[in-house]
């Protein structure tokens, strides 16, 4: 079993495993209708009763992330990432993290709503997950917000991430990354779409 660096709830549980690439997808707030919102708080429920290793824990949490899919995937809501200049914000913070924090970003989906991206350590000790993602939210907020002439909350308070168990899962998950914009109707083929990678 891979070593845990830290494990921690807030809304949605999280464990950083040291050596390990980790997905992770952050929402916009507002993105989601309350429909939705109910479901998550239900299976937010659900998760406190379950070992995090525990099968039943890892369907959870695939619902979990199924329900925001289906509703995040139509774009509704505040959906920043519709102007390229928000994207462009997310992209030059995401180029800075190799040196600033020892993680790189070698494949990610910026999404009208939301994003999805896989960190890579790049180094033996990279800075803490949980430091690095908000971080990583609290740079972007202000500088998104500045650039589209807004204020107010930006990203949802919580984020889902979900440590690599082995290649075959990596190599899912960036295939799940690249095929996000298709699914969406955004582009024909993830080349097409110029916020993938």
Request: include cysteine; charged fraction near 25%; glycine fraction near 4%.
């Amino acid at each position: 079993m891979p070593q845990t660096r830290e494990h921690w709830r807030h809304r949605l549980p999280h464990w950083e495993v040291a050596d390990r690439p980790h997905f992770v997808t952050i929402r916009c707030t507002g993105s989601l209708p309350s429909a939705a919102r109910a479901r998550i708080r239900e299976i937010h429920a659900s998760l406190r009763l379950f070992a995090p290793a525990s099968p039943q824990f890892a369907t959870l949490q695939r619902q979990y992330f199924l329900t925001c899919e289906k509703y995040l995937d139509r774009g509704e809501g505040f959906a920043p990432f519709r102007e390229a200049a928000a994207c462009t914000v997310i992209l030059t913070h995401w180029r800075q993290l190799t040196t600033e924090s020892g993680w790189a970003v070698p494949h990610f989906a910026i999404m009208p709503n939301h994003v999805h991206f896989l960190l890579q350590p790049n180094v033996p000790e990279p800075a803490p997950l949980r430091a690095t993602v908000r971080e990583f939210k609290g740079r972007t907020a202000r500088q998104a917000n500045q650039v589209l002439g807004r204020t107010g909350a930006f990203w949802q308070s919580d984020w889902f991430d979900r440590w690599v168990r082995d290649e075959s899962e990596e190599t899912r998950i960036v295939d799940y990354i690249r095929q996000n914009p298709v699914k969406a109707g955004l582009a024909r083929t993830w080349q097409e779409y110029p916020w993938v990678a």
